[in-house]
């Protein structure tokens, strides 16, 4: 069974300081890696995908992938309260999307 | 704005009920996903369509829930006969085939089975 493991949380980080959180999946052969934005009582949004080894980078969000290790993560700096919502990482297993269980995070003020 | 439609927002009906769950996807793109949301078990794949093809339906009660695409602006899910156990949010997604595969949900339908 294809998994995409993430811790619940909740995350609570001060505004303004650097938020990371982490995924991991089982399946070597994925290609695709995504992470959605999730605001209470609304639908998923996406905020950023990678398909390379390393960093990349779009405004404050960063996304990491180490595919040696089945393993991606996002980074959100300069955390605001607007960040506060559940993080979900998708992965891609032959043309469809896994998502994990989701990470709360929340920034105070 | 380009954007995937869903239709209701909210549904209660009574057990037993059918439901009909309706999705327009975004122009242009070619596969449509739909997802159950529960607290408990996340976002669970329920079926997806390429090309208004069914690809996999392997995450949904075959005996009670039919996925279909009429058309290409048209997606459903229908569930017959509802049971409460069949309350959660039902989303809709659609995206473009190809090396980029980013979805795009629609707003959801909220569905309680009394």
């Known amino acids: 069974q294809k998994e995409v493991e993430q811790n619940s949380g909740p995350l609570s980080v001060p505004e303004g300081a650097i938020a990371s959180l982490n995924c991991t999946y089982s399946d070597r052969g994925s290609q695709s890696f995504f992470w959605y934005r999730q605001y209470s009582g609304k639908s998923p949004e996406l905020i950023m995908s990678i398909y390379s080894n390393g960093d990349k980078e779009d405004g404050r969000f960063t996304a990491q992938l180490n595919k040696a290790s089945q393993y991606v993560s996002l980074l959100i700096r300069d955390s605001q309260p607007s960040d506060s919502a559940t993080y979900l990482c998708?992965?891609?297993?032959?043309?469809?999307?896994?998502f994990g269980a989701g990470t709360i995070l929340r920034v105070k003020s | 704005d380009a954007r995937v439609t869903q239709t209701p927002r909210h549904k209660v009906t009574e057990m037993g009920q059918e439901v009909t769950m309706r999705c327009q996807p975004i122009?242009?793109?070619?596969?449509v996903f739909w997802y159950r949301q529960t607290m408990m078990q996340g976002l669970e794949l329920l079926a997806y369509f390429r090309n208004r093809a069914p690809l996999d339906d392997s995450g949904m009660p075959k005996d009670r829930f039919s996925a279909e695409m009429p058309d290409a602006t048209l997606a459903t899910l229908k569930i017959q006969p509802s049971e409460p156990r069949d309350s959660a949010v039902y989303f809709c997604?659609?995206?473009?085939?190809?090396?980029?595969?980013?979805?795009?949900f629609g707003s959801g339908t909220q569905l309680s089975v009394l």
């Open positions: 997604a659609s995206g473009r085939q190809g090396y980029q595969k980013e979805l795009f």
């Open positions: 122009l242009g793109h070619n596969t």
């Open positions: 998708a992965v891609e297993y032959g043309n469809k999307l896994v």
